[in-house]
């Protein structure tokens, strides 16, 4: 036997913190959560590195940001790049002597961009899917299906990127008791996309009509005009159906700390968060606002703590294999400052009450709620994060291009 401890990673995609009673949400979406949280370890400013799946995920499974590229081609390459240029969280795993398993229902987080390394069992869900093959082909081809209709068929059949957690959750706990009798410590991973638009929770946990939700997201995939005579109606609808799917994946953390035993380090966090029109009338993910990347983030079954100070989602590996090592984590573990970044040319420094974003329309600082702020010294802080890191970035990337080169010529 070992003295390791096993360890269960849950990822919510586009979950909001200020939706969480631990984070002080009085709207009681999240009591599973909010008992597991409060004997705990609490992450009060967990950030994320970006804005989106695809960005965030590769950086918390590798503990380091994607090179920035200028052109959306070379994004998923970039993405498989890091993933493979790095000891990812089931290969840092393994190499501890761990069991080790994935299950997603998110394609950005498939084996196509080779999530699955590492993983002695993987499971995405993505055989004979039509999602897979327009990531993989392009929204231009394959008959002229654009992304969007890719995702509203596969959306009616209830796969990949629309699958709830139900459908499969009974692989996961049948994965978990067949690891528990074995000899080795596991780690686990699950990608749960309930709380990923469009918001449709099952019958059990609607607050509202079937078709009350239908058309809210309706008006959102439409593109969520707020100009026209339904829109407030519209808008509150769909907050409304987002709820619901905050509270339908609380009942799967539940069942989740019960199937794992007291002593597994049971963490959960969201990948980001979800603009619902608060900033510019921008709703969805991607860009860097606040309520996109200030992110959820708690381990259960560790002792009860706090951490104030920003926390990177950057900071997962390193968090989780000191938790699988039994290390009890105290709240020096943040950070007085951490970043985000997107594919729009945004950079964003945050402080924890306050916050530093570079666009290429310009810089500002504000606090956590959007309110400006003119203090110089925040501003220096800002720019001299950004730049070093940005430096530092260009000089990794220069290094990566000229292996390459030598590989490429039978150089090395």
Known sequence: MTDKRDVVLVTVDSFRSDRC???????????????????????????????????????????????????????????????????????????????????????????????????????????????????????????????????????????????????????????????????????????????????????????QSSAAAYAANAWLFGGAKQNTPLSGMLHDRLLRAYDDTVRFTDEFVDRMARAVDDDTALCVHADHGESFGERDGHYGHGLLYEETVRVPLFVANHAETRVERPFSLAGLPDLLTRLGRGETIDDSVGHP??????????????GGSWRY????????????????????????IGRSVTDHEQSAEAERGRVIDAAAELADSGTI
């Open 337 to 350: 400052v951490v970043t985000s970044r997107n594919n729009d040319g945004w950079r964003v420094v945050h």
């Open 21 to 207: 009673g631990f984070l002080g949400s009085d709207a009681g979406l999240t009591p599973a959560m909010d008992r597991l949280a409060g004997d705990g370890l609490v992450f009060e400013n967990a950030v994320a590195p970006a804005g989106a799946t695809s960005g965030s995920s590769s950086t918390f499974f590798t503990g380091r940001y994607p090179i920035d590229r200028s052109t959306a081609s070379d994004r998923k390459e970039v993405m498989r790049q890091n993933l493979k240029a790095s000891r990812t969280l089931p290969q840092r795993f393994k190499d501890m002597g761990y069991r080790t398993a994935g299950f997603t229902a998110n394609p950005w987080t498939s084996r196509f961009f080779g999530y699955d390394a590492g993983f002695d069992d993987f499971e995405d869900f993505m055989e004979n899917d039509l999602t897979s093959d327009t990531i993989e082909k392009g929204a231009d081809r394959g008959g002229g299906l654009s992304a969007l209709t890719s995702q509203v068929v596969n959306w009616w059949q209830g796969q990949d990127m629309y699958m709830s957690w139900d459908a499969f959750y009974d692989q996961i706990t049948d994965w978990l008791d067949e690891a528990r009798r074995g000899d080795e410590p596991f780690f686990c991973w699950i990608f749960l996309v309930d709380v990923h638009m469009p918001y449709l929770p099952p019958k059990g946990y609607r607050s």
């Open 357 to 380: 974003t570079r666009r290429p329309e310009g810089e500002s600082v504000e606090t956590a709620d959007g309110e400006p702020l003119e203090e110089e010294a925040l501003y220096d």
